[in-house]
C-alpha cells in the first residue's frame, strides 16, 4: 500500500526556515517524480517544487525559486523540502505527491491532476 507522510510543518516568523519531510512507504522511490504542492484558504492547489528521482532534476516556480530546495534520500525513501526566507504568502498546507514518472518535471509540476498519490498535509504557518 502505498502511503506518503509529511511532517515538519509548524510555526515560524517571517525570514525563518522550515524542513519538510515526505516519507514513502509501499513503494520505492526510484521511478517515481515527488512534488511538493500547498493550498492556502481560499486558493487553488499550487506546486512548490518537484524531483524525478532517477536524474534528480528538479523544478521550482518563480515564486519559490532560490528559496526552496527539493532533495532525496534513497536510502531512507524520503523527500525533504528545505524552505528559507519565509514569507507570509508561504502559510499553506503543504501536501507531498507521488506519480511514476512520464515525462519532464516541469510538466509533470504543472499539473495537479496527474498526481496519483497523496500525503495528508502538514500546515506551515509563517506570521510574527
Known amino acids: 500500500q502505498v502511503q506518503l507522510v509529511e511532517s515538519g510543518g509548524g510555526l515560524v516568523q517571517p525570514g525563518g526556515s522550515l524542513r519538510l519531510s515526505c516519507a514513502a512507504s509501499?513503494?520505492?522511490?526510484?521511478?517515481?517524480?515527488i512534488g511538493w504542492f500547498r493550498q492556502a484558504p481560499g486558493k487553488e492547489r499550487e506546486p512548490v517544487s518537484c524531483?524525478?528521482?532517477?536524474?534528480?532534476?528538479?523544478y521550482y516556480p518563480d515564486s519559490v525559486k532560490g528559496r526552496f530546495t527539493i532533495s532525496r534520500d534513497n536510502a531512507k525513501n524520503t523527500v525533504y523540502l528545505q524552505m528559507n526566507s519565509l514569507k507570509p504568502e508561504d502559510t499553506a498546507v503543504y501536501y507531498c505527491?507521488?506519480?511514476?514518472?512520464?515525462?519532464?518535471?516541469?510538466?509533470?509540476?504543472?499539473?495537479?491532476?496527474?498526481?496519483?498519490?497523496w500525503g495528508q498535509g502538514t500546515q506551515v504557518t509563517v506570521s510574527s
Open positions: 509501499g513503494f520505492t522511490l526510484d521511478n517515481y517524480a
Open positions: 505527491t507521488a506519480q511514476g514518472a512520464f515525462t519532464t518535471v516541469q510538466t509533470m509540476c504543472s499539473m495537479a491532476e496527474i498526481w496519483r498519490h
Open positions: 524531483i524525478t528521482i532517477s536524474d534528480g532534476n528538479t
